[in-house]
């Protein structure tokens, strides 16, 4: 067959695809594994190569590889880490728990490049997957630590900007929207006068805690699990490769990696990305709050609430013309939903595959933490570009159903007690006046009073006196 190649390892020969970088232990991987076709993406590919980098050059070092096998496979690590050789990384997902299928993925990919770049390929010089590229590791080690890395690196590029830019639209429309008095709701039903602003304000400050709270929970994930190899012992490795390798990544990165402070509790179980899981599951709720409270004032346009209007992004109906739906917080909701079944995904990995000395749930919990944080990346920039940025307020109808709340009786109860406020909103209410009109038709007080106390604009902060 001219299309394929023979490849061994421990286990035997086995055919793989002529052109392939991968070897044998990948291609049984492939053949093992044909369940999801989802595949790792560029954010752990990149971690991988980096990882691959740092450890050739800390080997290099501490006098483990020579410097021309060092260099070679530095530059195959960077190559991958620069995405050049995605097309390569072909195992599914849903593999070996421990991750090892994609950890000898990258170290066969790398030893072959390598063996190309130093002109060895085929022969008995060339790169070998395990005892150079994966010198000083395992798979335990390197597959939570390129986790790691890589949802470190997704949290700084990418969520935690997005996040920025989301509160800032918020804290704007809080200040564009701060003079509008529109009806306050509580269970559904009409309460006291809010200022708009007001509500945009507390999304604002509901993103910037849930920013925060990923920001600690992220910071967990700046100590690897690197060097604690087989089950956390640091067997095959040298002392020093661990700090070392933190160094360098933190050199290639920006990011100041260091070596966990007990690799027993970073290989044997999950918890920090439980917890970072968990920070990301809170943002959805936070987000999920601000998408549907949006979508339910911006509904009508005649019939609903209306108080918002949304931007107009596309029809909304392939059977009644002219209506145009939320279509954007509607998204968001979605992506929530999922990001919230990513963190169930993510909890009982943690709780069920965690046994003895090894977590064997890596791959998935890798798999749904990076698409949780790719999702929540993307979404935030489409809701702030395409609905709160254009998002506008109807100053009429927040006027009007203020007029017309039967909570307006409440700024009376200084003046008429409770129980006399309450009859007063019975009687608006079945008579379909307003408690206004009321209270001026029944004198309960003078019309200056009255006037000073049915402000609805005064009503949305505390008052120094009681009328």
């Given at each position: ?10 286990m ?9 970088l ?13 369940i ?6 560029r954010p ?15 080997n290099?070092?501490l ?24 097309e390569?990384f ?15 993925n ?7 490049r390598?063996?190309?770049l130093?002109g060895?390929a ?22 939570p ?11 700084r ?9 989301l ?12 003079d ?18 007001q509500?945009?304000?507390?999304y ?20 690897l699990?690197?060097?604690g190899t ?8 040298h ?10 990544l ?6 100041e ?21 968990g ?13 549907n ?13 209306g ?15 002219g209506?145009?739906?939320?279509v ?14 990513h ?13 003895l ?13 990076l698409e949780?944080?790719?999702?929540l990346?993307?979404v935030?920039?489409?809701f ?7 998002l506008a307020a ?10 017309q ?8 109860v ?10 007063l ?12 009109e ?10 200056a ?19």
């Amino acid at each position: 067959m001219n299309d394929t190649r023979i490849e061994r390892d421990t286990m035997g020969e086995m055919r793989v695809p002529a052109d392939a970088l991968y070897g044998a232990s990948t291609q049984r991987a492939v053949l093992n594994f044909p369940i999801s076709g989802y595949r790792f993406g560029r954010p752990f590919l990149r971690a991988l190569g980096l990882i691959k980098y740092a450890a050739a050059a800390v080997n290099e070092q501490l006098g483990r590889l020579k410097p021309e096998l060092a260099g070679a496979i530095r530059d195959a690590a960077r190559e991958v880490a620069d995405g050049r050789h995605d097309e390569h990384f072909v195992v599914d997902v849903f593999q070996t728990g421990s991750g090892t299928s994609t950890n000898m993925n990258a170290n066969e990919v790398i030893a072959t490049r390598a063996g190309q770049l130093l002109g060895t390929a085929g022969d008995e010089r060339r790169v070998h997957p395990n005892d150079h590229v994966n010198l000083g590791q395992s798979s335990n080690d390197v597959i939570p630590t390129a986790m790691h890395v890589a949802l470190t690196l997704m949290l700084r590029d990418g969520l935690r900007p997005a996040l920025s830019r989301l509160q800032e639209s918020l804290r704007h429309k809080a200040r564009e929207f701060d003079d509008i008095i529109k009806i306050g709701r509580t269970h559904l039903m009409d309460a006291t006068p809010i200022r708009l602003g007001q509500e945009f304000s507390g999304y604002a400050r509901q993103v910037a805690q849930a920013d925060a709270r990923l920001a600690v929970a992220g910071d967990e994930l700046r100590e690897l699990p690197i060097g604690g190899t087989a089950v956390g012992t640091g067997i095959n490795t040298h002392p020093e490769f661990a700090g070392r390798v933190c160094a360098v990544l933190a050199h290639e990165v920006g990011v100041e990696f260091q070596e966990a402070t007990d690799h027993f509790a970073a290989q044997h179980a999950k918890d920090a990305v439980v917890a970072f899981s968990g920070a990301l599951r809170g943002l959805a709720v936070t987000l999920t709050k601000i998408a549907n409270d949006i979508r339910w004032l911006g509904s009508g346009p005649r019939c609903g609430l209306g108080e918002l209007r949304l931007p107009a992004t596309q029809p909304g109906s392939s059977i009644m013309p002219g209506k145009v739906n939320p279509v954007i917080p509607e998204a968001v909701l979605q992506v929530c939903a999922q990001v919230m079944g990513h963190d169930a995904a993510v909890t009982s990995a943690a709780a069920l595959l965690g046994n003895l000395d090894l977590h064997t749930g890596m791959p998935v919990m890798t798999h749904n933490l990076l698409e949780a944080v790719r999702l929540l990346t993307n979404v935030c920039g489409v809701f702030v570009e395409r609905c709160l940025d254009g998002l506008a307020a109807d100053r009429e109808r927040c006027e009007t159903l203020v007029e017309q709340s039967l909570a307006m009786c409440t700024s009376l109860v200084p003046l008429i007690g409770y129980d006399r406020a309450a009859e007063l909103a019975k009687e608006a209410h079945r008579t379909g006046r307003t408690i206004r009109e009321l209270a001026l038709e029944k004198k309960l007080a003078d019309p200056a009073r009255l006037a000073a106390a049915l402000d609805a604009a005064a009503m949305t902060r505390p008052q120094t006196d009681q009328w």
